[in-house]
């Protein structure tokens, strides 16, 4: 397995709009795709507290990551919710992505 770490990094109080777009549309339209989310959190203590929404994705393959995320970021439908819930503004200043392989110790394989 492959691991995705993304942290995004919100407009200052447009994490609320963030969650929602995820929790409402994002997730089932990666469900069409095949894009497994592993985990979502936000920061509870840190710098970013009243920003940031951390998550993770898994996938068998880099392979597999590409099909996938470009199917999903080409999705008539992705482009018309981000387009709407982004109207006003912007929700993201940022994003950073890395791809993580775990360790043969690992407790995540």
Do not use: C
């Amino acid at each position: 397995m492959i691991y995705e770490l993304r942290i995004y990094h919100t407009m200052p109080g447009r994490l609320p709009a963030l969650l929602s777009r995820f929790q409402n549309h994002t997730l089932r339209i990666w469900e069409k795709h095949g894009i497994r989310q592993a985990g979502f959190w936000t920061t509870l203590i840190g710098k970013s507290e009243s920003n940031q929404l951390t998550y993770l994705l898994a996938w068998n393959s880099l392979a597999e990551r590409e099909e996938r995320w470009s199917a999903f970021l080409t999705d008539p439908e992705w482009i018309a919710i981000k387009t709407e819930t982004e109207k006003d503004a912007p929700l993201v200043q940022n994003i950073s992505n890395e791809l993580l392989a775990p360790t043969a110790f690992s407790s995540v394989k």
